[in-house]
């Protein structure tokens, strides 16, 4: 059972910039396709952002294209996520998931991620 642990976040002013990292464990040397989602209260869940195993490819929601940042340090098993110049709109609870192992392709939708993590708040306010 892969677990997914989440830091980061907090409360930060607009126009500032937050990373957040997600931190598989359980299966310490299988490394995953890694997204990132986030939820409003009373809004459905909204892809952020994705990597592929190696890091090498990622792609980025409509909502935070030019505004966000996705890496991952494998030696650390951890995945990061920048997002910059937040707005209040930007307010959720920012979630990491991860595709089961042999999935090798990033995807938008939350249905096609097998784990979760509990979830982390980011609030954008002054």
């Known amino acids: 059972q892969v677990q997914l642990v989440e830091s980061g976040g907090g409360l930060v002013p607009p126009g500032g910039s937050v990373i957040l990292a997600c931190q598989p464990s359980g299966q310490r040397y299988i490394t995953y396709v890694m997204g990132w989602f986030r939820q409003a209260p009373g809004k459905e869940r909204e892809f952020v952002g994705a990597?592929?195993?190696?890091?090498?490819?990622?792609v980025e929601g409509d909502s935070v294209r030019d505004r966000v940042t996705m890496s991952r340090d494998n030696t650390k098993n951890t995945v990061y996520l920048q997002l910059k110049f937040l707005r209040p709109e930007d307010t959720a609870q920012y979630y990491c998931?991860?595709?089961?192992?042999?999935?090798?392709?990033?995807?938008?939708?939350?249905?096609?991620?097998?784990?979760w993590g509990q979830g982390i708040q980011v609030t954008v306010s002054s």
């Open positions: 990597t592929t195993k190696t890091g090498s490819d990622t």
């Open positions: 998931a991860a595709r089961s192992f042999q999935y090798a392709f990033t995807s938008e939708v939350p249905q096609e991620y097998d784990y």
